[in-house]
């Protein structure tokens, strides 16, 4: 199993869907999770952090299930701006590696 | 402003040439980090730094070299024993160590090429 595994899309959603992204991880110790977004050709910057009770920032909400590993990021109402790559990001908690970066996710929202 | 500053945007490299690239933060943050990232490929860490005048080798560290020897820099060599290094090259930093549950924060990135 990888250490972090995302779905590579692409998700072509129209404006104004609600679309949702998974990610699971190998590590059952892991501690820390993040959502990143990376725009085409940019650095990755950091959308939210995600909390064990599950969290929400606007229209945007994450979610962690330590039991199934996995952790989801919801776009409700989507704007052609939230196109990007989305990144799962988290901390392993052993290794060489601090934090393993999943390969993202491409979300494209079309007129 | 606060940030994390790289340097040079674009970096063109001859066969055989050792270059550097510059990372420097005002954020007194503790760690700094340097990535690699390919065309369509995900983040891979090439070293990272918790300390002063301490770093560790991540996944990738053959053909690099970096050094720390002041908390706001971190600069990362790229050796002529690299035989690929056209890439994206990242650089991060956060508060606490490694291994905290603190956020990575990351420059926007020099694009290095082979000439």
């Known amino acids: 199993r990888k250490e972090v595994e995302q779905d590579p899309g692409p998700f072509n959603v129209p404006e104004g869907a609600t679309v949702a992204f998974n990610c699971t991880y190998s590590?059952?110790?892991?501690?820390?999770f993040f959502w990143y977004r990376q725009d085409c050709r940019k650095e990755p910057k950091l959308l939210m952090s995600?909390?064990?009770s599950g969290n929400e920032d606007g229209r945007f909400t994450a979610q962690l299930n330590r039991a199934s590993q996995y952790i989801s990021l919801l776009i409700r109402d989507s704007k052609l701006s939230d196109s990007a790559t989305y990144l799962c990001?988290?901390?392993?908690?052993?290794?060489?590696?601090?934090?393993?970066f999943g390969k993202g996710t491409r979300l494209s929202v079309i007129a | 402003d606060g940030g994390i500053t790289q340097s040079p945007k674009y970096l063109f490299r001859k066969e055989g040439q050792n270059v550097t690239l510059s990372c420097e933060q005002n954020?007194?943050?503790?760690?700094m980090y340097w990535y690699r990232q390919d065309p369509g490929q995900g983040l891979r860490l090439i070293y990272y730094?918790?300390?002063?005048?301490?770093?560790q080798k991540g996944d990738i560290a053959e053909g690099y070299s970096v050094s720390r020897e002041k908390k706001e820099s971190f600069p990362l060599t790229v050796t002529s024993a690299q035989k690929n290094p056209t890439a994206f090259y990242l650089c991060?930093?956060?508060?606490?160590?490694?291994?905290?549950?603190?956020?990575?924060?990351f420059g926007d990135g020099t694009r290095l090429s082979i000439l």
């Open positions: 991060a930093s956060s508060f606490g160590g490694a291994q905290s549950n603190q956020p990575q924060h």
């Open positions: 590590n059952s110790a892991s501690q820390s």
């Open positions: 995600v909390y064990s």
């Open positions: 990001v988290v901390n392993m908690r052993s290794g060489n590696t601090p934090l393993v």
């Open positions: 954020l007194n943050h503790d760690a």
């Open positions: 730094s918790q300390i002063v005048n301490d770093f």
